[in-house]
């Protein structure tokens, strides 16, 4: 099974959102976070997305992200 990827940054409450959902869904350990703050190249593409998640390296869902949003990017890898 390949692990989404959160690309969060500090501070962001849709993040967080994101990250409590994914914990619920898919537990702690299940997927992975990616604070866009350390990588110049990821701050220019995510800055004003995020949380965005990836899985098998396409964004499958942005900004305000649902239980449904997860289960569809799941689904479609």
């Known amino acids: 099974m390949v692990r989404p990827t ?3 940054r500090d501070g962001c409450h849709l993040c967080e ?3 409590v959902l994914l914990d619920s ?3 702690a350990d299940g997927w992975d ?3 866009i703050a350390t990588d110049d190249d990821l701050l220019v593409r995510y ?5 965005v998640l990836v899985v098998d390296g396409e964004a499958r869902a ?6 449904p949003d997860v289960e569809d990017a799941l689904a479609a890898r």
């Open 47 to 51: 800055a004003h997305r995020i949380p």
């Open 62 to 67: 942005e900004l305000t992200i649902t239980r």
């Open 33 to 35: 976070a990616v604070d």
């Open 25 to 27: 869904m898919l537990g």
């Open 6 to 8: 959160l690309y969060v």
């Open 17 to 19: 959102d994101a990250s």
